[in-house]
């Protein structure tokens, strides 16, 4: 068929545009107002529009009262843990994109990028039997000896192959090959036992949850968290820094963010509630916490946004420590506290006040943290001084914070590649990083311990 002038107008004329202003012009349709009889209203009948009349419908209850599956949600502001006055909330899904220089300003920390001394004189001075073949097939349980079959999220866009369409993958997921990879490491350094009886007053809790606070700037933030593992002992964690440590940090300056601040990323409520629940009673066994050891569930972080998430795990649990330990109103842990004596002779009493020099209660609390990700491990260490955040004046806090410990790498697969370059791989293996794990692992034991020297802190 030649296509003629009408034709070609007639396609001009079916265009989006055209029928746009067609519908614009002749789409409205005018419904003129209906006409009342004039015998109906003769006789006082009411006509009723229904083009305006809304049906009245019958409220449908549930045929069972209390069905969960049809329970109205209660509004926030009727809620018990309503406040008027908002606070910060804490998640793990919460990222500090300043990274420990934030979490130390909320913190009130003094930052040191190593590991304490009396963690680094333990490492590599206990040799495991057999550590590289133990470690390698660990690795390889928690990659590859597994019969998990899930569905693998979408890999990123490979650049060296931008439009290639990836196939979903069925395997092991991220979170369960580090839990895998976590008890593993766990078994081998609780090998150990036999050499360090010490050992045997360990305890492992898993899925513990524990709420907490922190007063910065007079402001509320709250943390709701469950940790994947709590490692107890029988005696609490011993300093790693001494009392010259920590009065030498009242010289150290915080630094600031401005005009930026610190609590800049996290998100506000009204719903909350001030309470101090480390997950555990106080008059068990084993109940002195050692180590906090978790998973992270973001993969898209950086090195330094999850060390900044171990800093505000450690405050909030040793803020809920301190508290249960010495009271709602402890500011500094370490200070001079005064003692009162009395003594009775029959009839008469005599009263003596005196203030010792010394720091015995509130004492500082010390905690460990590992996060054990897919290939990696980071190492935080830290002691609570003061939970006084509201200025930058005074003693501080203090942080260790470890190198990344590289266990091995996963290489992506490049499936446009010939077969040695086809499926991922794994290289790069360096138990170095399982060094680190068992100096921790092996902190605080009564038989590696010896004498802590201020010169040992740089």
């Not at 196939?167 to 090998?191: D, E, F, P, Q, V």
């Not at 790693?240 to 150290?252: K, P, T």
């Not at 004492?363 to 609570?384: A, D, K, N, S, Y």
Request: proline residues 8%; contains cysteine; hydrophobic residues 40%.
């Amino acid at each position: 068929m030649r296509l003629t002038l009408c034709l070609r107008a007639g396609i001009r004329d079916c265009t989006v545009r055209n029928w746009n202003k067609v519908w614009a012009c002749r789409g409205k349709f005018y419904d003129p107002p209906a006409k009342i009889p004039q015998s109906l209203l003769d006789r006082g009948v009411e006509v009723v529009d229904m083009t305006h009349e809304k049906p009245k419908l019958k409220e449908w209850m549930p045929p069972v009262p209390d069905d969960p599956r049809f329970v109205k949600a209660i509004p926030p502001q009727e809620q018990p843990d309503w406040k008027e006055e908002p606070a910060f909330v804490h998640k793990d899904d919460v990222r500090l994109f300043e990274g420990v220089k934030q979490a130390c300003l909320i913190a009130k920390a003094q930052h040191f990028e190593s590991f304490p001394p009396c963690v680094e004189q333990t490492i590599g001075a206990v040799e495991t039997s057999d550590r590289d073949l133990l470690l390698q097939r660990a690795i390889m349980q928690s990659q590859v000896w597994n019969t998990d079959e899930d569905k693998l999220p979408k890999p990123p866009t490979d650049p060296r192959k931008p439009i290639w369409k990836w196939k979903r993958k069925y395997g092991i997921t991220r979170l369960k090959s580090s839990l895998i990879l976590l008890r593993n490491l766990l078994r081998m350094a609780h090998s150990h036992v036999a050499d360090f009886p010490s050992l045997s007053n360990r305890k492992q809790i898993s899925d513990l949850p524990f709420y907490s606070y922190i007063m910065y700037k007079d402001k509320p933030i709250v943390m709701q968290e469950t940790l994947d593992l709590l490692l107890t002992s029988d005696q609490m964690l011993p300093l790693f820094g001494d009392e010259a440590d920590i009065d030498a940090s009242v010289m150290h300056k915080i630094p600031d963010m401005w005009p930026v601040f610190p609590t800049v990323d996290f998100l506000e409520t009204n719903n909350y509630e001030l309470s101090n629940d480390t997950g555990f009673r106080k008059d068990g066994l084993f109940t002195c916490p050692h180590t906090i050891v978790q998973v992270p569930r973001k993969t898209h972080w950086e090195s330094q946004h999850y060390q900044a998430a171990q800093v505000m795990t450690c405050l909030q649990y040793t803020a809920a420590l301190a508290r249960n330990r010495f009271g709602e109103d402890v500011r500094i842990l370490p200070e001079p506290i005064c003692v009162q004596h009395v003594m009775v002779e029959q009839t008469r009493l005599f009263f003596t006040f005196f203030q010792e020099d010394v720091r015995i209660l509130p004492e500082p609390i010390c905690v460990q943290h590992v996060m054990v990700e897919q290939t990696r491990l980071f190492f935080t260490f830290f002691q609570l001084n003061t939970l006084d955040l509201g200025s930058d004046t005074g003693i501080k806090n203090l942080v260790w914070t470890g190198p990344v410990g590289q266990l091995f790498e996963k290489v992506q697969g490049q499936p446009w590649m010939p077969r040695p370059l086809k499926f991922d791989k794994l290289e790069n293996f360096d138990p170095t990083a399982y060094e680190n794990f068992l100096a921790v692992y092996l902190s605080g034991l009564s038989e590696l311990q010896r004498p802590f020297q201020a010169s040992d802190l740089s």
